[in-house]
């Protein structure tokens, strides 16, 4: 019997860690980074724009914007950002400088049905779809 229980919560622990890639659909909308010392927001709008605010307290703050494309890539279907800032790399891995380019994410839907976009899997940063 304990066997089987244990054999059920292991199971119920990869389920729960378990996610899927979002549709370009689930991927539209607002976001926020949900680690560091700055508040990073990002919105990603229909029609093929983002915009996104990134302030440090006691800096000013920083608006991007550019374009995003879905892309297909057999198995894979990545949002990438253009003109895209990894601001956060100041924030992990100091001192870098990081410059315009283009950052091909992949959002993914949790097994609780919120969609997030990682940005460092192994330390846990990731942009959250806010809900309103």
Known sequence: MRKVIARALSLIVVI???????TQ??????????????????IIYP?????????VPGAA?????????WDTLKTEQPLTLEQFIPRWNDE?????????????????RRFNGAISIPVSGDLGWAYIHVRH
């Open 92 to 108: 992990l891995y100091p001192p870098t400088r990081a410059t315009p380019g283009f950052w091909p994410a992949r959002p993914e």
């Open 16 to 22: 729960a860690g378990c996610s899927r890639p979002a």
């Open 61 to 69: 703050t920083a608006v991007d914007s550019g374009s995003w494309t």
């Open 47 to 55: 029609n093929g724009t983002y915009a996104r605010r990134y302030s």
């Open 25 to 42: 659909d689930e991927a539209v909308g607002a976001y926020a980074m949900n680690k560091g010392k700055a508040r990073d927001t990002l």
